[in-house]
């Protein structure tokens, strides 16, 4: 089953770690995804400088491959348009994937059994949820929406037309509400959000307290404790690691319930460590639950 994530890549700079580690929510998505093998293949659908003109974009592209994940659709931007720059993966000014690529290559990977959006120009990735509807009827969607850039009138318009949203607690909070039993108070309020025929949950992770997610079939909100940790060694993508692990969960048959619970525990998981890539034995004992 192929997992398509459409998202950026980045270089996250952080002093304590003496090597440049991946960064990005998509690429890092799909990073935990490969470690949990419920997949047959994975794409990143992204914006990237010519990997021979960077070495930044040359060591995103190398540590992809290295997780099996298939770099080949990516809309490249020549290194002259991209200032030619080190800083731009810092800047985040690359141009975000266009509808006309994202129609163009969609079906050259083939079928997918996933499509994971990380909301970044929402009027277009509109375009883009409604190709896949139109063209992979089948495919469930998710979409994470985390930077508060992005306006709630343009959010709204995405959730009816996913399968899952993860709605980041920054995001939520800077809209005003207090707490994610406040946010979905106000997503039950939205006539096009409540009557979706599409849209399974809503996942809202919380940070050290776990995550909460609304349950369209019920109309509830749940709460999904976490052990709390004695000493966190690096968050930095436990929010992917959260995305990642919840849609393999319930690629593997897991209900909303067991999925997120699983999502919060791989996520407190790769707390522990520093990066993004588990040990063996706690890879194995994320495999054996998603057997479970």
């Not at 270089?11 to 770690?17: A, P, R």
């Not at 999925?259 to 707390?271: D, P, T, Y």
Request: glycine fraction near 6%.
């Amino acid at each position: 089953m192929a997992c398509v994530v459409v998202g950026i890549a980045t270089v996250d700079l952080i002093n304590v770690i003496p090597s440049y580690p991946p960064g990005g929510n998509g690429t890092n998505t799909l990073v935990i995804c490969a470690q949990l093998g419920k997949w047959s293949s994975l794409h990143w659908i992204g914006s990237l400088v010519d990997p021979g003109a960077s070495d930044d974009a040359r060591f995103i592209c190398d540590d992809l491959s290295a997780y099996g994940i298939d770099i080949s659709q990516c809309q490249y931007i020549m290194a002259s348009e991209a200032t030619g720059s080190r800083t731009i993966f810092h800047a985040r000014d690359l141009p975000e994937v266009s509808v006309d690529h994202f129609r163009r290559v969609l079906p050259v990977i083939g079928t997918a059994g996933w499509v994971h959006f990380e909301c970044r120009n929402a009027l277009e990735q509109l375009e883009m949820i409604e190709i896949v509807h139109r063209t992979q009827p089948t495919a469930p969607i998710s979409i994470e929406v985390e930077s508060s850039r992005h306006a709630w009138h343009e959010v709204q318009q995405l959730l009816p037309l996913a399968s899952v949203a993860f709605v980041a607690k920054g995001y939520v909070t800077a809209l005003g509400h207090r707490s994610a039993h406040e946010f979905c108070q106000h997503l039950e309020a939205q006539p096009d959000i409540a009557s979706s025929h599409h849209l399974r949950a809503v996942v809202i992770p919380w940070g050290e307290v776990g995550a909460y997610y609304y349950c369209m079939a019920t109309r509830t909100v749940h709460h999904v404790p976490v052990e709390p940790l004695a000493t966190v060694v690096d968050a930095v993508g436990a929010g992917d690691t959260l995305v990642a692990a919840t849609i393999s969960a319930l690629v593997a048959r897991q209900s909303i319930a067991a999925a997120v619970a699983f999502g919060c525990e791989v996520a407190r998981a790769k707390c522990t460590q520093a990066g993004l890539c588990f040990s063996p034995d706690t890879l194995q004992g994320c495999q054996r639950a998603l057997l479970h």
